[in-house]
T-cell receptor
Framework: AQKVTQAQTEISVVEKEDVTLDCVYE???????LFWYKQPPSGELVFLIR??????QNEISGRYSWNFQKSTSSFNFTITASQVVDSAVYFC??????????????FGTGTQLKVEL | GAGVSQSPSNKVTEKGKDVELRCDPI?????LYWYRQSLGQGLEFLIY????????KSGLPSDRFSAERTGGSVSTLTIQRTQQEDSAVYLC????????????FGEGSRLTVL
């Protein structure tokens, strides 16, 4: 069975602080994919990133960066110089081999990030 | 708009009544998913459609839940004899192909069962 754990339920930071959202996963698949989604107050989840299990290179996109470590089964997300607009619930998700007939994602319970002035 | 459209956005019903939730995916997206989001529970997978067929309906919680998709487009999630524990936000998502993992979500239908 697949499982995603986001131990941080809520994080509050002051604008311009850096913040890291933790994600730990469990899977028996050798091929799997990891995702982060953002859910702003409007409710519509927005795709942020997909990584496959064979690519452990860290990725940076603007103020966002992701650290994938298979050795610790973690896929952490860091926001540098946070802004109020980053306030949202962030979900980490996991799927098995996407070509196996569908991309059913297993989501964590989410981390509520509040960025205050 | 060009995004995933869900209706109704809010539904309040009495216990025991049937409800239908509708999802209109992005045009051309072959894969369609229903998820349920309950407070503090994350997102729970319900069912996946590829075209009009449902290869994976493993997440439907009971036989009171059913879903169909017609014309490879619009999908309807039906909950019969609603119970209070069915109260949740029901999210629909679509993707261009089934193996990208990049899902485009609607804003959800909030169901409250009194």
């Amino acid at each position: 069975a697949q499982k995603v754990t986001q131990a941080q339920t809520e994080i509050s930071v002051v604008e311009k602080e850096d913040v890291t959202l933790d994600c730990v996963y469990e899977t028996r698949d050798t091929t799997y994919y990891l995702f982060w989604y953002k859910q702003p107050p409007s409710g519509e989840l927005v795709f942020l990133i997909r990584r496959n299990s064979f690519d452990e290179q860290n990725e940076i996109s603007g103020r966002y960066s992701w650290n994938f470590q298979k050795s610790t089964s973690s896929f952490n997300f860091t926001i540098t110089a946070s802004q109020v607009v980053d306030s949202a619930v962030y979900f980490c998700a996991l799927s098995g081999d996407l070509t196996g007939g569908g991309n059913k994602l297993t989501f964590g319970t989410g981390t509520q990030l509040k960025v205050e002035l | 708009g060009a995004g995933v459209s869900q209706s109704p956005s809010n539904k309040v019903t009495e216990k025991g009544k049937d409800v239908e939730l509708r999802c209109d995916p992005i045009s051309g997206h072959t894969a369609l998913y229903w998820y349920r989001q309950s407070l503090g529970q994350g997102l729970e997978f319900l069912i996946y459609f590829q075209g009009n067929s449902a290869p994976d309906k493993s997440g439907l919680p009971s036989d009171r839940f059913s879903a169909e998709r017609t014309g490879g487009s619009v999908s309807t999630l039906t909950i019969q004899r609603t119970q209070q524990e069915d109260s949740a936000v029901y999210l629909c998502a679509s993707s261009l192909m089934a193996y990208t993992g990049e899902l485009f979500f609607g804003e959800g239908s909030r169901l409250t069962v009194l």
